[in-house]
């Protein structure tokens, strides 16, 4: 494992992970290359300068202090997709692309909230918690979302099916059909928008703002919404 470092260019042909009790500070940038897992979880950590990671398996990355990311491919090859990046005391930013194509991303960050600047995520499925604002606003693939936040932000270049979704407000952009697989609930103001393609919001517990307090707008080819309480259309 690593204990306290300063900076690191970390390369290595199997896993690499950090010591239990020890944590890694770097205060300039950090490229990480490994043949198997990267596993960074103690809860001390800090990555000062831009994050990358190339060639991994997978990534398990816990900080202390905002985060930012470059580019992160992964090539999983012992069938291990979930990769969570988590930045406990600041804004978790994306400014590269994140890449597992059939793999999932755990995106956690503080009241900072995350946001992508930069690329593009490649994944099944992005679950993103925060206790601030969630903007993932670039020509993302991936079918499957699920967040709790306070206002979320989200584009797909193609079809998303909306899982467990807890928000004030919800502004959705989809190049493909938009479907629920669990109970999506917005207490503020609604976009939700698929220009040439259909929505289906049917799930029984899906609540959007009651009428009076803030309106929904959907737009798209065939729009079918079940509501458990009131609602007010824009």
């Not at 099916?161 to 190049?175: K, P, V």
């Not at 698929?194 to 309106?215: E, S």
């Amino acid at each position: 494992g690593l204990g306290d470092v300063y900076k690191r260019q970390q390369s290595s042909l199997g896993g690499v992970t950090d010591t239990a009790g020890e944590t890694i500070d770097v205060t300039g940038a950090t490229t990480i290359s490994a043949g198997g897992g990267i596993v960074f979880d103690e809860f001390g950590n800090s990555f000062s300068g831009v994050l990358t990671v190339t060639d991994a398996d997978f990534v398990q990355i816990a900080t202390v202090a905002s985060l930012t990311l470059g580019e992160v491919t992964l090539d999983p090859s012992g069938g291990l997709t979930a990769n969570a990046l988590r930045s406990f005391g600041g804004k978790l930013t994306l400014n590269g692309n994140l890449t597992d194509a059939g793999g999932d991303f755990l995106l956690f960050g503080s009241a900072a909230g995350i946001e992508q600047t930069a690329g593009v995520i490649t994944a099944a499925n992005v679950r993103a918690d925060s206790s601030g604002d969630v903007t993932l606003d670039g020509a993302n693939v991936f079918t499957g979302f699920d967040s709790a936040a306070n206002n979320v932000s989200l584009t797909v270049a193609g079809a998303l099916d909306l899982g467990e979704i807890e928000a004030d407000t919800l502004t959705i952009n989809a190049g493909g059909d938009i479907t629920d697989s669990a109970d999506v609930v917005a207490t503020g103001a609604t976009s939700i928008t698929a220009i040439g393609f259909d929505i289906t919001l049917d799930n029984a517990g899906i609540d959007f703002a009651d009428a009076g307090v803030a309106t929904s707008d959907f737009t798209g080819a065939t729009v079918i919404i079940t509501d458990s309480n009131t609602i007010e259309l824009g």
